[in-house]
């Protein structure tokens, strides 16, 4: 798991500070990807793993949450949302299994 923080603006504080979290779910190990993003990472997983998410991931029955990282900037969030996004298959696979080297569905340690 990989968190990533970005400076605070002035004027905000620790209690309206929000969390943005970039994801990426898979159907089965070295399976089809998807890349998402979310501010409730709980739910959007429970949303994705329950079919309530058309699309993409409903139709390829995607809902393992292998890899998540934390943004405390919405802007920042949806700009490495969009590069990973663009990255090829390999990037995106080093990527899970340098944090995630057995898949695991990360979804359980969340709840």
């Known amino acids: 798991m990989h968190s990533v923080s970005s400076p605070r603006r ?5 209690m309206t500070d929000k969390q943005y979290y970039v994801y990426i ?3 089965k190990r070295n399976g089809t990807l998807y890349t998402g993003i979310t501010s409730n990472l709980i739910k959007r997983i429970w949303q994705h793993k329950n079919g309530l998410v058309e699309g993409f991931s409903k139709r ?3 809902k393992l949450l292998v890899y998540f990282e934390a943004h405390n900037d919405v802007e920042e969030a949806i700009f490495r949302e969009k590069r990973i996004k663009k990255w090829n298959r390999k990037w995106k696979l080093n990527l899970i299994e340098k944090n995630n080297p057995n ?3 990360l979804y359980q340690s969340l709840i």
């Open 10 to 14: 002035r004027g905000s504080s620790k």
């Open 25 to 27: 779910i898979c159907n």
């Open 60 to 62: 390829y029955s995607i």
């Open 103 to 105: 898949w695991d569905d």
